[in-house]
C-alpha cells in the first residue's frame, strides 16, 4: 500500500508566513506520522512549498491548516478525479476543529482526522473497522460520526520518507517533544488560542537526546525549535539539561514560553545552561486593563525584566504584539505600538524578531464563539451565502474587521497603520518580523 502525506503549499492569502525564516522546514508532523507506519506501509512524503507533490497513492493524507485549508482541498479533489479508488484524508488543527464541517461541504475528502494523527492513520492503514480507528470523523448512514479520543506522545522520526527537505544554518529545525500547553491545562486556555487538545504529553529526556541524536548524526542537525506550546512544562528544562549527554553538549534550541514562566527565580538561567539560543514570549499586549480582562499576570516592567535578564545570558527573543483584543481602544493599541519601539531602543541585540497582527477571531477559540454569536458580526458577515456555523473556510480578513468593530472602541484602519508601521521598522532595522496567518495588512 502507498501513502502520501503532504504539507500542501501555503494559501496564497497567508504568503506572507513564509517569509519568517530563509529556509522552509520539512513537516515533522507528519514524518512522526510516516515513522508510525512505515512498516506497514510506502510511506513518501511531500512538502508543497518545495515540490509538487505526485497524487498516486492509496492514501493521500493533508495536513490541514489554516494557511493551507484551500490547498489541501484542491489537492483532495484532484486525487479523487484521478482515481476514485484513492482514500483523501484531511488532519491537522484546522481540520480538527472543522471535521463535520468538512465532511458534509466536500464529498471529495473521505476521512478527517480531529487530534493525534499517528492513531488515527495507523488504524486506516490496517484497515480497521471505522468505528475502532481513533481520532476520526467519517461518514454513515448520511450522517457524520466520529470516534474516541486517543492522545499519543511524539514518536521518534527520521526524514527518510520525505521526497525533498531544506534547512539551512539558520532555520531552526522543528521536532515535537511536547504536545498540548501546560498554561492552558493548569489555567485555561488564552482566549484567542485554537490549541485542540488541553491535555500535555512530553516524551522522557532521554528520548529528547535520542530523538536528537539521530538528527545529528543522521543529517548533520544541531539548532532544534521545539514546537510544543509552552516548553517549561515543571522542572522538563532541568531535566533536559541532566540528562544532556556531553557530546551533545554544541545543541542549540529555540522554544515557545510566556512571560508568567520566565519571571520565576532561575528559569532564564537553565534555559541559558541547556544552550536556548531564542524564545518566543506570549505577550501581547502591555495594557493592564486588557491584560486583566485576559486573565493574565505580567505587565510591561515583568517583560523589561525578562528582557534584562536575557541580555545578560544571551538568549534572543521573538516577541508578538496583538491589536484589536476585546475593549482596546486607540490610546491602548498606541501605548503597545510605543512599548514594543522601546524594547527596540533598550534591548536591540536581544531582540530577534517583532510580530505584529490584528487578533483574528480563529476557528477553535473562544473568540471565533464571540464572533459567530454575536448578532452584529453575523449580520455584517454572513451576506451572499456566506455561513459562519456551516462554512469551513472562512475570510478572516473580513471576519477581523467585524470582531474589531463589534468589541473594541478602536478604529480598524489605525490598528492595520500600526501593524503595518511596525513591520516596516522591525525590517529596516534587520529583525526578523511576520504577521499572525498573515491577516491585517
Ligand atoms: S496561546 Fe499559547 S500559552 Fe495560550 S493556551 Fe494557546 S498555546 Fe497555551
Redesign the pocket.
Known amino acids: 500500500m502507498k501513502v502520501h502525506l503532504i504539507r500542501p503549499k501555503t494559501d496564497e492569502l497567508y504568503a506572507p508566513v513564509k517569509q519568517v525564516y530563509s529556509s522552509f522546514p520539512p513537516p515533522v508532523g507528519l514524518s512522526c506520522i510516516g515513522s508510525e507506519i512505515r512498516d506497514r506501509a510506502e510511506v513518501s512524503i511531500y512538502d508543497g512549498n518545495i515540490r509538487e507533490p505526485t497524487l498516486e497513492a492509496d492514501i493521500i493524507g493533508l495536513q490541514d491548516w489554516v494557511t493551507t485549508h484551500k490547498e489541501a482541498l484542491a489537492l483532495a479533489k484532484r486525487a479523487k478525479q484521478q482515481n476514485p479508488n484513492c482514500v483523501t484524508v484531511l488532519g491537522g488543527i484546522n481540520a480538527s476543529h472543522l471535521a463535520p464541517r468538512i465532511l458534509t461541504n466536500h464529498p471529495f475528502v473521505d476521512y478527517v482526522v480531529s487530534g493525534h494523527g499517528e492513531p488515527a492513520m495507523v488504524g486506516l492503514v490496517e484497515g480497521r473497522p471505522l468505528d475502532e480507528v481513533p481520532n476520526l470523523y467519517y461518514r454513515e448512514g448520511g450522517s457524520v460520526k466520529s470516534t474516541k479520543q486517543k492522545l499519543v506522545k511524539s514518536p521518534f522520526f527520521d526524514l527518510e520518507q520525505v521526497v525533498e527537505w531544506e534547512c539551512d544554518e539558520e532555520t531552526p529545525f522543528p521536532i515535537s517533544a511536547i504536545r498540548g500547553?501546560i498554561?492552558?491545562a493548569k489555567e485555561g486556555?488564552?482566549r484567542y488560542?485554537s490549541?485542540f487538545n488541553e491535555r500535555v504529553n512530553i516524551i522522557s529526556p532521554e528520548d529528547f537526546w535520542t530523538q536528537i541524536r539521530t538528527l545529528k548524526d543522521k543529517y548533520g542537525l544541531t539548532y532544534f525549535f521545539e514546537t510544543g506550546?509552552?516548553f517549561n512544562v515543571g522542572t522538563y528544562p532541568q531535566r533536559l539539561l541532566d540528562a544532556r549527554p556531553e557530546d551533545l553538549g554544541d545543541i542549540t534550541l529555540r522554544i515557545y514560553t510566556?512571560p508568567e514562566i520566565l519571571a520565576q527565580k532561575g528559569v532564564i538561567d537553565t534555559l541559558a545552561r541547556l544552550q536556548v539560543r531564542e524564545l518566543y514570549m506570549?505577550i501581547e499586549t502591555v495594557n493592564q486593563g486588557l491584560l486583566t480582562n485576559a486573565g493574565r499576570q505580567y505587565n510591561a516592567g515583568a517583560v523589561e525584566g525578562i528582557l534584562e535578564q536575557m541580555s545578560l545570558v544571551g538568549i534572543r527573543a521573538m516577541m508578538p504584539f496583538m491589536f484589536g483584543l476585546p475593549g482596546e481602544t486607540n490610546d491602548t493599541a498606541q501605548e503597545n505600538f510605543d512599548f514594543s519601539q522601546r524594547l527596540l531602543e533598550r534591548y536591540p541585540e536581544t531582540i530577534k524578531m517583532m510580530q505584529y497582527s490584528l487578533v483574528v477571531p480563529i476557528i477553535g477559540s473562544e473568540y471565533f464563539v464571540m464572533a459567530s454569536t454575536a448578532k452584529k458580526v453575523r449580520e455584517a458577515y454572513e451576506q451572499n451565502g456566506k455561513s459562519l456555523s456551516r462554512d469551513d473556510d472562512f475570510d478572516y480578513q473580513k471576519l477581523t474587521e467585524f470582531f474589531i468593530e463589534t468589541f473594541t472602541e478602536a478604529d480598524t484602519e489605525f490598528l492595520k497603520s500600526l501593524v503595518i508601521r511596525g513591520k516596516k521598522i522591525a525590517k529596516e532595522k534587520g529583525y526578523l518580523t511576520s504577521t499572525f496567518i498573515g491577516v491585517g495588512e
Open positions: 500547553c498554561k492552558s486556555i488564552c488560542c490549541l506550546d509552552e510566556y506570549g
